[in-house]
């Protein structure tokens, strides 16, 4: 008995040659950083000036027009329209998306506020 100590109750007899643990599953092929995204129209809201909806597959929100494209402060989302101007020629804009979890304006928009001070060309 002496030397048994500390062997336990498993398989083998503790000196290695046990039955290994395979290869296993992988871990996948990983899901990309995100693809063109679905169809998105952005429509001018009916009653603020400079806040637009956007409206999308699954959901709506708000969005206000990014004066400097391809840059996200936040970490908010970006939503891109393509149109056509007056020449035709075509317009790319970027909006970004409005949290109203996030925004005590936007929160005050989506709850119905009458009269928003913050527009195009006011000073805040």
Request: hydrophobic share 25%; net charge positive; aromatic share 4%.
């Amino acid at each position: 008995m002496k030397g048994d100590f500390g062997k336990g109750k498993g398989k083998g007899d503790g000196k290695g040659k046990g039955k290994g643990k395979g290869k296993g599953k992988g871990k996948g092929k990983g899901k990309g950083k995100g693809g063109k995204g679905s169809a998105v129209v952005v429509e001018p809201h009916k009653v603020h000036a400079g806040i637009f909806v956007s409206r999308g597959k699954s959901e709506d929100s708000l969005a206000t027009l990014n004066l400097v494209p391809g840059v996200s402060v936040y970490g908010e989302k970006r939503v891109q329209t393509e149109t056509t101007d007056a020449n035709g020629a075509p317009e790319k804009k970027e909006y970004r998306v409005w949290n109203p979890y996030r925004s005590k304006l936007a929160a005050a928009v989506v709850g119905g506020i009458d009269n928003c001070k913050v527009a195009p060309g006011a000073k805040v």
